[in-house]
Nanobody, 123 residues
């Protein structure tokens, strides 16, 4: 199996930026499609973005609207989420996840999850 550890969360003002990282260990990282999800208090975990094993394909949730960018570095076993123009409604715990199949938009498509990193956007 693969172990995932997110980092890079924190407190930022509205309009600001953060870059989240997710470091993987345990198995060949390039075998896994990766996704980012988020969960706000009292809400279900929702899809943000996913990337294919070689990074050639990406799929974004509609609400992202060009504000977020996913990338991966298979040599460093890391996937990134660059978040710009942050809004208070982006406040949530952000999770990265790994799938041995394809880059699903459903959380049920991912077998491995990190512990999450808190992102708080103040108005």
């Amino acid at each position: 199996q693969v172990q995932l550890v997110e980092s890079g969360g924190g407190l930022v003002q509205a309009g600001g930026s953060l870059r989240l990282s997710c470091a993987a260990s345990g198995r060949t990282f390039s075998n896994y499609a990766m996704g980012w999800f988020r969960q706000a208090p009292g809400k279900e975990r929702e899809f943000v973005v996913a990337i294919s094993q070689n990074g050639g394909s990406r799929y974004y949730a509609d609400w992202v609207k060009g504000r977020f960018t996913i990338s991966r570095d298979n040599a460093k076993n890391t996937v990134y989420l660059q978040m710009n123009s942050l809004k208070p409604e982006d406040t949530a715990v952000y999770y990265c996840a790994a799938s041995v199949t394809y880059y699903s938009t459903s959380r049920f498509g991912y077998a491995y999850w990190g512990q999450g990193t808190q992102v708080t956007v103040s108005s």
